[in-house]
């Protein structure tokens, strides 16, 4: 089984769908690089929210797989 399952899940900005964000370790807001809308971390985590869902349920599926082609690894080992 690999266990190189680290993928990032990159937050999308709600306006414009852009990935990068400015972030200004002194205030709570994050701002869009491409749009400039500016919003806090908790909006954006929010407004990804189902994405985020989707992306854990494609890992799930992903691991399922793995496991149970290595289940059936071991099976034709015992053969
Ligand atoms: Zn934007």
Known sequence: ????Y?????????????ESFEHDEEKPDIKCVRCERVMTKDE???ANGARIEEEVD????????DVKADISKMFKKWK
């Open 6 to 18: 680290g993928r990032s899940i990159s937050l999308q900005c709600p306006t414009c769908g852009g």
């Open 58 to 65: 494609a890992l799930k599926a992903e691991v399922f797989k």
């Open 1 to 4: 089984m690999k266990d190189d």
């Open 44 to 46: 954006l985590r929010e």
